[in-house]
């Protein structure tokens, strides 16, 4: 939201009059490992979102 905003002002202090609007709070997430196609369809069925692969697993988050 902030780059949104700071795209939309020519000044950073302009920006910062708005940043209380903002609940960083909420930026909390579940995080996920798939180690089989079954599991990664699982996740995606709960909501969960493709993040990327690592170490030949695939990782899905969630917003809280």
Do not use: P, W
Request: hydrophobic share 40%.
């Amino acid at each position: 939201m902030l780059s949104y905003m700071r795209a939309r002002h020519k000044n950073i202090q302009n920006t910062l009059i708005y940043t209380h609007f903002v609940d960083f709070e909420d930026d909390q997430f579940t995080c996920k490992v798939a180690h089989t196609l079954e599991e990664a369809e699982s996740l995606i069925e709960a909501g969960f979102d493709y993040v990327t692969d690592m170490d030949g697993f695939k990782l899905f988050s969630k917003r809280k």
